[in-house]
């Protein structure tokens, strides 16, 4: 692909439909297969994310961004591209580790159902349990307050660690991967061996493993954008051994997966 040209991001769009849709993974790597079909490809000059392009894929307007590593980056990168570029929805992608227990085998792509912040909560000694517990939502229903939540009553509506995907892009994304959407999570630490790796699974209820998801999940949740998330299964997490992975057959997996939903005639336009 020749290089792209540089251009400023726009503080809005021009009118509703050339709000561009936002693709976020962590890194370039994992944008690559997305960049080679991307056509008017261009830089997006100035960015704190240096790494950001605005373009067109499958005749859409679209943002791809690699945000950086962990829920930080992630959050804060949906953050300010959602200031600046004024997206339709954010898509994230990329690689991850599967749980064992949730059978999904290297190399394929999935689909999220939810997204799970393991790190947030109440630390005991041998588990971590929710946020409701005293109580802290990360984002409170709407119309509610944090001062409303001393005073108990119902939570319903409260998001707490675990944040919802948006039905209409998540049911294009399972469709495009031939699978049902799963639990997803993630921690700025991942699992280091199978025994972690159960424990979070049996804590979460999750299948999959990310680094940066909950961060996109909860900056989209606290700004009304439908946010929807699509990996490549790279390893078993919670094992180490890179010769028992497989990035690239991940990488190829959740982007084939991304681009057959964009171009599928009922994937929402904005």
């Known amino acids: 692909m020749s290089a792209p040209s540089a251009v400023s991001a726009p503080s809005s769009p021009s009118h509703a439909d050339e709000a561009p849709l936002l693709i976020v993974a962590a890194t370039e790597m994992e944008l690559r297969d997305l960049l080679v079909e991307t056509r008017e490809s261009r830089a997006i000059d100035g960015s704190a994310w240096p790494v950001a392009w605005t373009g067109r894929l499958r005749r859409r307007p679209v943002a791809l961004v690699a945000c950086g ?11 300010w591209f959602a200031a600046t570029l004024r997206p339709s929805a954010c898509l994230m992608t990329g690689i991850a580790g599967a749980y064992v227990g949730a059978f ?18 109440v630390a ?7 946020l409701a517990e005293i109580p802290l939502p990360r984002v409170p229903a709407s119309g509610r307050s944090y001062e409303d939540l001393d005073r108990g009553g119902d939570r319903g509506g409260d998001l707490f ?10 049911s294009a994304l399972s469709g495009a991967c031939g699978t049902v959407p799963v639990p997803f999570a993630t921690s700025d630490a991942i699992a280091g061996d199978l025994d972690v790796a159960a424990s979070r699974a049996a804590r979460s209820g999750a299948a999959i493993e990310s680094m940066e998801g909950a961060g996109a ?5 606290r700004l009304g954008l439908p946010f929807a998330q699509v990996r490549g299964v790279s390893n078993v997490a919670g094992v180490r051994d890179k010769a028992a992975w497989n990035v690239g057959s991940a990488v190829r997996a959740g982007s084939s997966a991304l681009l057959a939903a964009l171009g599928r005639p009922t994937v929402p336009l904005e």
């Open 104 to 121: 999904v085998p290297v190399g394929s792509a999935v689909c999220a159902a939810s997204e799970t912040d393991l790190d947030a909560g």
């Open 161 to 170: 660690e675990v944040f919802p995907t948006d039905p209409g892009w998540t």
């Open 69 to 79: 590593v962990g829920k930080a980056s992630a959050a804060s990168a949906v953050a």
């Open 217 to 221: 999940a909860l900056a989209c949740a």
């Open 124 to 130: 005991y000694t041998d588990t971590i349990t929710s």
